[in-house]
């Protein structure tokens, strides 16, 4: 090797502990140090660069580690880094809660998130009318009471007016406006059956289910009169007659009575006044006839009218029908939505509605007419 160079192999990797039949891996570099230049002898030829590069790229080569060393290695398997563990979710909390059914009353522990989840656990069955307190969707508490009331589903029967109708016929044979009864209509009886709903003895609902005419009631027949009226003519006024002129009578001659021979003298009487004669009256002015006044057109009567909400519902009958709590079946009425003026006329066929505040109930396709069915309850007029 020339002067001033010296190379000599060092391991670069510190060494692997490895288990038994495992090939190890030991690079060696090659490690130059320069020293002083000194002149090349015969000896020791010049050592090219290409010599230095080549002998710095000597590739590592793997090598064996004998069974008889491998005692001298120490081997510790890598343990897998620990994986972090999610933060358990809390068990929630079970409450104390009393619950009282039919006469019963039972305490238990629940973790349920609603009341009505309570009562399905313990397979109490709520029917439509019955009341649940707190209500169904109420999260159970600590020391909480449920309590299921039971309602009271009963039908009730009763007799109700049914009142007459009236029918008007038109006729020729009285003037137009004249009215003249037929025929007086008379009232019947309807019998009625409801079912009513209570709680702890009070009602709390009430509809009607049926109904049955047990005395039919009776039309009132009236003709109305088409016939056209002529205007009275008024009579001409008599001319009064002039008045006769009076003519005054013409006063008498005194008369000369013979000489008597003259009595002693008497006192002379006061002279009586004298009493003018009565004036002839005037004769009266004949008075003019009276015109005939006309006969008063009698007044309409009064049209029937029920302000309130009306709702609505399906009925199983076509055409447009309506329910109402009095009215008797067959009854036209005319039913105006206050909010936009729009009418619609529809026969009752049906009993209801039971809710206070409302005056009709309509069916889908009446109900259209006056607003959405999404409004649910529109303010109305009823006449009839």
């Known amino acids: 090797m020339p002067s001033g160079l010296h190379t000599r192999p060092r391991p670069l990797a510190a060494r692997r502990l490895c288990a038994a039949g495992v090939s190890v891996s030991l690079a060696t570099a090659l490690v130059v140090s320069a020293e ?4 090349p002898t015969a000896a020791q030829p010049a050592l090219a660069a290409a010599d230095v590069r080549a002998a710095a790229a000597v590739p590592a080569r793997p090598e064996r580690v004998p069974a008889d060393r491998q005692d001298r290695f120490a081997f510790t398997p890598a343990r897998p880094a620990p994986t972090p563990t999610p933060a358990a979710t809390p ?9 009282i059914v039919d006469g019963a009353q039972l305490q238990l522990a629940t973790i349920a998130d609603r009341v009505d989840v309570v009562l399905g656990g313990l397979g109490v069955v709520v029917r439509p009318h019955d009341r649940v307190e707190p209500a169904p969707d109420t999260v159970p508490a600590e020391g909480m009471a449920i309590v299921v009331t039971r309602a009271e589903v009963t039908q009730e029967a009763r007799v109700e007016p049914l009142p007459f109708a009236t029918v008007e016929r038109p006729t020729g044979s009285l003037a137009a406006g004249e009215r003249r009864q037929v025929r007086p209509g008379a009232g019947g009886q309807v019998e009625v059956t409801d079912e009513v709903v209570r709680l702890e003895g009070q009602e709390v609902a009430r509809r009607r289910v049926g109904e049955r005419v047990v005395v039919p009631a009776t039309e009132r027949i009236v003709e109305v009169g088409t016939a056209a009226v002529d205007e009275p003519v008024p009579a001409d006024e008599a001319a009064p007659e002039p008045e006769a002129p009076v003519e005054p009578e013409p006063e008498a001659a005194p008369s000369t009575p013979e000489p008597e021979p003259e009595p002693e003298p ?4 006061e002279a009586a006044p004298s009493t003018p004669e009565p004036e002839p009256e005037p004769e009266p002015e004949p008075e003019p006839e009276p015109e005939p006044e006309p006969e008063p ?16 519902y399906d009925h199983p009958e076509g055409g447009y029908t309506a ?6 079946f067959g009854t036209v009425v005319t039913v105006t939505n206050l909010a936009n003026d729009r009418q619609v006329q529809v026969t009752i066929a049906d009993r209801g509605p039971y809710v206070g505040g409302r005056v009709i109930d309509l069916n889908r396709m009446a109900f259209a007419e006056l607003a959405p069915t999404s409004a649910g309850v529109i303010r109305v007029r009823v006449e009839w």
């Open 323 to 328: 329910a109402h709590r009095s009215l008797p």
């Open 266 to 269: 008497e006192p002379e009487p």
């Open 36 to 39: 002083a230049p000194s002149a």
């Open 297 to 312: 057109e009698p007044e309409p009567e009064p049209a029937n009218v029920q302000e309130g909400g009306a709702s609505w």
């Open 91 to 99: 068990a929630p909390a079970a409450v104390s809660v009393t619950v």
